[in-house]
């Protein structure tokens, strides 16, 4: 089955700081792999996906992700992280059984400190 | 554009009450619906999705149940309450885009 990884639990960094979020993936064929945000008590925001095309996806409120086929991953980036991103971030990989579900990793805390 | 309405947004129920979660979704047609449980703040756990009316298919054995009267509806529910059905309840629907549009989400607190 798919399936994603998110190895750490919690990501703190400072603010004005580069963030980096975690994500490795476990496919057969080729991945179409997804980033979400989650602030407290709400929905799921679509960030970015990657499908085919280019490895560096861009997406929004400044995030990019890249694609790397050798290493399986697919991090989230931001050059300089605000306070306002610090939330719970999901990656996700489409599942091989088709209609459309995905499967999510178990999401990583980001925390920016002011 | 595509909108998805979930309600209600918080609810407290006693044990073995009923429940019934709706979710709505607009500006599409014959979507892939789905509901997600999400406990602890943390991973989500898929409950049902459905692919068209009256086609549901159930992930985890549990004391809910869903429908799907029509094509923009999904409805999540119980019979009977039990504590361990407490979470956070999240619907979607999938685009061609492959990937989730979220609802906002019910808080769900089970006393």
């Known amino acids: 089955a798919q399936s994603v990884a998110q190895p750490e639990d919690q990501v703190n960094v400072a603010e004005g700081n580069p963030l980096t979020v975690k994500c490795t993936y476990s496919?057969?064929?080729?991945?179409?792999l997804f980033w979400y945000v989650q602030y407290p008590n709400r929905g799921l925001q679509f960030l970015l996906k990657?499908?085919?095309?280019?490895?560096l996806v861009k997406g929004s409120y400044g995030f990019e992700a890249e694609f790397n086929k050798s290493q399986t991953s697919f991090h989230l980036k931001k050059p300089s992280a605000l306070v306002s991103d610090s939330a719970l971030y999901f990656c996700?990989?489409?599942?091989?059984?088709?209609?459309?579900?995905?499967?999510f990793g178990k999401g990583n805390q980001v925390v920016v400190i002011p | 554009s595509q909108t998805i309405h979930q309600w209600p947004a918080t609810l407290v129920q006693p044990v073995g009450s009923p429940l019934s979660l709706e979710c709505t979704v607009e500006g599409t047609s014959n979507p892939n619906l789905y509901w997600y449980r999400q406990a602890a703040g943390r991973g989500l756990q898929l409950l049902f999705y459905s692919v068209g009316i009256g086609q549901i298919s159930s992930e985890v054995p549990q004391n809910l149940s869903a429908s799907r009267p029509q094509d923009r509806q999904f409805i999540l529910s119980s019979k009977k309450l039990l504590l361990s059905d407490s979470g956070f309840y999240l619907c979607?629907?999938?685009?061609?885009?492959?990937?989730?549009?979220f609802g906002s989400g019910t808080r769900l607190t089970v006393v």
């Open positions: 990657y499908i085919t095309g280019d490895n």
């Open positions: 996700a990989v489409r599942d091989k059984g088709g209609n459309n579900r995905l499967a």
């Open positions: 496919v057969s064929g080729n991945p179409y």
């Open positions: 979607a629907w999938s685009s061609s885009n492959y990937g989730y549009t």
